[in-house]
C-alpha cells in the first residue's frame, strides 16, 4: 500500500512534469502510465474519468488525478496524485516567478512580449474555436453560448452569476425536453 | 489579510471553472484584474510562459499570481485555492458515482455550462484582443502606423500556422523573434 501510494506520487509527477499546456494535453500519458505501465485503471476508466472530469468544477487534470489516486489507493492515493501533479509547475512556475519581473524591463524583453501578445491571441482564437467546433449543435445551446458572450463582453455583471444563471437555463430547459418526449 | 484573499479568491475560480484548458481565463480576468493583482497584458504574457513550461494552466497561473502577491506563501495558498474544490468534489463523486453519472440534474446543468464557458471564454479573447491593440490609438492615423500592422499581420501569419497545427511553443518564439526585430526596425 506505501509503496503504490508512493508510485502514485512518482507517476503522476512525471505526468505534471512532462506535459505543456495541461488539461487534455495529458491524457494520453496518463494512459500509458495508469493503464498500460502500471494497470491501475482500463481504458474504459479513462473515457469515464474523461466524462467526470468535464462535469465536475476545476482543472481536467487535478480531476483525473485525484479520481485515479482514489480508486488505486484510497483517500491517501488521491493525496498522493493530485500532489505529483501539482508540484512540477508549482516549482518551476516559483522560480521564473522570481525573475520574470526584472526580465520584463529588458528592452529587448519588452518588444519580445509586444510580438508574443500578438501571438498569444493567434493561440486562443485557435483554442476557442476548437471548443466551439464541439459545442452541441442545437438552437439552446447557441443562445446561452451568444447570451453569455453579450452579457459578459458588454456589461458588468459578474462572471459567477453568469455561469451559476445558465446552469439553471440548462438544467430548465433539459426538463422542458424531457417532458415532451415523455408526452 | 493577502493570504486569506488569495487562497479564497482562487478556491472561488477553481470551483466555478467548468473544462480544461483556457476555461479558466474569464473567471482569472474578472477576479485577478478587477483586484489589481495583475494587468490584462500581464496576464497574456503570462499565458506565453505557461504554454512554455509544463503543467496545467490553472496551476500555473495560480501560483504566479499568489508568488506576485505574497511570496511562497502566497503561491501555496492560491494553489491550495485553485486545487481543493476539484479535490473535494472528485471525492464525492467517486464515492457517489453511480448516482452522479445518472442524475438528470448534473447532465441538465451541463447541458448549460458547456455553451456559457465557449461565450464566456470570447468574450475573454475579445477582451485581450483589445489589450494587444489597445497601444495604438483610434483614429485614422493608425492606418499609417506600422507598429499596427506587424501586430495585425503576426496575428494573421500566427493564427494560420496554429491552425496549422504548429506547435504553440514554436508560434510563441516566432512572435518573439518578430517582436524583437520589428521593435529595433521601428
Redesign the interface.
Known amino acids: 500500500m506505501k509503496n503504490r501510494v508512493i508510485k502514485l506520487f512518482l507517476t503522476f509527477f512525471r505526468i505534471?512534469?512532462?506535459?505543456?499546456?495541461?488539461?487534455?494535453a495529458?491524457i494520453p500519458l496518463m494512459q500509458r502510465e495508469t493503464v498500460e505501465k502500471n494497470g491501475w485503471i482500463s481504458d474504459d476508466d479513462i473515457l469515464?474519468i474523461i466524462a467526470?472530469?468535464?462535469?465536475?468544477?476545476?482543472?481536467?487534470?487535478?480531476?483525473s488525478a485525484?479520481?485515479i489516486g482514489?480508486?488505486t489507493a484510497g483517500?491517501i492515493g488521491?493525496v498522493a496524485a493530485?500532489l505529483g501533479?501539482?508540484l512540477?509547475?508549482?516549482i518551476?512556475?516559483?522560480i521564473?516567478?522570481?525573475f520574470?519581473?526584472q526580465f520584463?524591463d529588458i528592452?529587448?524583453v519588452?518588444?519580445?512580449?509586444?510580438?508574443?501578445?500578438?501571438?498569444?491571441?493567434?493561440?486562443?482564437?485557435?483554442?476557442?474555436?476548437n471548443?466551439?467546433k464541439k459545442?452541441?449543435k442545437h438552437s439552446?445551446?447557441?443562445a446561452?453560448?451568444?447570451?453569455?458572450?453579450?452579457v459578459?463582453?458588454f456589461t458588468d455583471v459578474?462572471?459567477?452569476i453568469?455561469?451559476t444563471g445558465?446552469?439553471?437555463?440548462?438544467?430548465?430547459?433539459?426538463?422542458i425536453a424531457?417532458r415532451r418526449i415523455k408526452q | 489579510m493577502i493570504f486569506l484573499d488569495l487562497f479564497l479568491t482562487f478556491f472561488?475560480i477553481?470551483?466555478?471553472?467548468?473544462?480544461?484548458?483556457?476555461a479558466?481565463?474569464?473567471?482569472i480576468q474578472?477576479e485577478v484584474i478587477a483586484k489589481g493583482w495583475l494587468l490584462e497584458?500581464e496576464i497574456?504574457?503570462f499565458?506565453?510562459?505557461?504554454?512554455?513550461?509544463?503543467?496545467?494552466?490553472?496551476?500555473?497561473i495560480s501560483?504566479?499570481v499568489g508568488?506576485?502577491m505574497g511570496g511562497?506563501l502566497g503561491?501555496f495558498c492560491s494553489?491550495m485555492g485553485?486545487?481543493l474544490?476539484?479535490?473535494i468534489?472528485?471525492?464525492l463523486?467517486?464515492h457517489w458515482?453511480e448516482q452522479?453519472?445518472s442524475s438528470?440534474?448534473?447532465?441538465?446543468?451541463?447541458?448549460?455550462?458547456?455553451?456559457?464557458?465557449?461565450?464566456?471564454?470570447?468574450?475573454?479573447?475579445?477582451?485581450?484582443?483589445k489589450?494587444?491593440f489597445s497601444s495604438f490609438e483610434i483614429s485614422m492615423e493608425i492606418f499609417t502606423n506600422p507598429e499596427f500592422w506587424?501586430?495585425v499581420g503576426?496575428?494573421?501569419v500566427?493564427?494560420i500556422?496554429?491552425?496549422k497545427k504548429v506547435h504553440?511553443?514554436a508560434?510563441?518564439c516566432?512572435?518573439?523573434?518578430?517582436?524583437?526585430v520589428?521593435?529595433?526596425l521601428i
Open positions: 505534471g512534469l512532462f506535459t505543456f499546456g495541461g488539461g487534455y495529458m469515464e467526470i472530469a468535464e462535469s465536475t468544477p476545476g482543472p481536467i487534470a487535478i480531476n485525484t479520481f482514489y480508486k483517500v488521491s493530485t501533479t501539482v512540477p509547475s508549482f518551476i512556475i516559483l521564473i516567478s522570481f520574470l519581473r520584463q528592452q529587448a519588452k518588444f519580445a512580449f509586444n510580438g508574443i501578445r500578438a501571438g498569444v491571441l493567434a493561440l486562443l482564437i485557435k483554442a476557442w474555436w471548443m466551439f459545442m452541441p439552446v445551446a447557441y446561452i453560448a451568444t447570451g453569455a458572450f453579450v459578459s463582453a459578474n462572471i459567477l453568469v455561469i445558465c446552469g439553471i437555463v440548462g438544467l430548465v430547459t433539459s426538463i424531457g | 472561488k477553481g470551483a466555478f471553472t467548468f473544462g480544461g484548458g483556457y479558466m481565463l474569464p473567471l474578472d497584458s497574456v504574457n499565458i506565453a510562459v505557461a504554454e512554455s513550461t509544463p503543467g496545467p494552466f490553472a496551476i500555473n501560483t504566479y508568488s506576485e511562497i503561491a494553489t485553485v486545487v474544490p476539484s479535490f468534489i472528485i471525492l463523486v467517486a458515482y452522479f453519472k438528470k440534474i448534473v447532465s441538465g446543468l451541463m447541458s448549460g455550462l458547456k455553451p456559457a464557458v465557449i461565450g464566456l471564454i470570447g468574450a475573454a479573447v475579445l477582451s485581450i484582443g489589450t494587444v506587424v501586430s503576426t496575428v494573421i500566427m493564427g500556422l496554429a491552425f504553440p511553443i508560434i510563441i516566432m512572435s518573439a523573434v518578430i517582436g524583437i520589428a521593435g529595433y
